[in-house]
């Protein structure tokens, strides 16, 4: 996807004119942008930045596939959280379709707008440490957010993997959340890192009906290319470690947080498990 000004709307005349009424009232377009595919619109926006630290957002979307909706408007809000750094978002409603939208990307009902709050932690460490949809790319620069006795940096690719799940499968969850609810079942402060069964039974809780594969990498290469994402666990030189990744079909997946900083890390699940996991003992907790 791709973010570009409101004067770009006039390259996609297969936005129906009907449909943007009302939304554009600045001649200049100024605080309009055109969401692509790189090729095709597929949503357009106007948003104003008010006083009161908050952005208000309107949202247009050219067919209303609920799964591409929330990717697009994850994307939106991470790039308004970058660019204007506010204290929270507030969006309109308009439709049975929008507020399930806004629900999967954590905007909840306030008053006449649905909102989402800009979480302390989101404040509290660099922008570099998410990618362009706000999945969280780069745990290194996490140092200072707590994860039982350490800091996210040492310890929390557990709860990043379980963040970027929650987020693929449309039930966003803050960051800070997830990891207090995990370390609620921590042993000994995550001394030997998250346990995959109490990550799995965490998200059970959460009504995501996740599976686990058996602990070999040939199994978890098999479940991973059947799933639509799931979460990783396999051993590198330094340790344990999880990462959320996406099936984007044709055998490739998207891995996200397995080189700290690296933006679309595709490729298939044999070359990740030869180029980085140390043992053959590599599991998968995944969605089909």
């Known amino acids: 996807m791709r973010y ?9 005349p297969e936005f129906p004119r009907e449909k943007l009424t009302g939304l554009y ?22 948003f104003d930045v008010r006083n009161d630290e908050s952005v208000l957002l309107k949202t247009v979307f ?28 507030l969006a309109e409603g308009s439709s049975p379709f929008m507020i399930r939208v806004l629900q999967s990307c954590c ?22 440490c998410f990618d362009d949809e706000g999945y969280i790319i780069n745990q290194g620069q996490m140092d200072n957010l707590p994860f039982g006795w350490f800091y996210t940096d040492a310890k929390g690719c557990g709860w990043i993997a379980a963040y970027n799940l929650m987020k693929m499968a449309g039930q966003e969850v803050p960051m800070q959340q997830i990891a207090e609810q995990l370390d609620e079942r921590a042993i000994l402060g995550h001394v030997m890192g998250q346990s995959e069964f109490f990550l799995w039974v965490w998200l059970r809780d959460q009504g995501v009906n996740a599976l686990m594969s058996a602990p070999f990498d040939r199994h978890a290469v098999k479940v991973m290319n059947e799933s639509r994402f799931g979460i990783l666990l396999y051993s590198h030189k330094r340790g344990a470690h ?7 079909g044709n055998g490739k997946m998207q891995f996200y947080n397995a080189v700290y900083g690296r933006k679309q890390h595709i490729t298939t699940p044999e070359e990740f498990l030869k180029t980085y996991a140390l043992f053959p003992f590599s599991s998968v907790i995944y969605l089909k």
């Open 107 to 128: 905007y909840f009902s306030k008053g006449r707008y649905y909102q989402r709050k800009i979480e302390a932690w989101r404040q509290m460490v660099p922008d570099s």
């Open 242 to 248: 999880y990462c959320a990744y996406r099936n984007l």
């Open 25 to 46: 009232a600045d001649e200049q377009l100024q605080r309009e942008a055109v969401i692509t595919d790189g090729n095709t619109a597929v949503a357009v926006c106007r």
């Open 4 to 12: 570009e000004s409101g004067a770009a709307l006039l390259r996609h």
């Open 62 to 89: 050219l067919h209303e596939d609920t799964v591409s909706a929330v990717r697009i408007l994850g994307y939106i809000s991470e790039q308004l959280t970058r660019r204007y750094q506010p204290k929270r978002i």
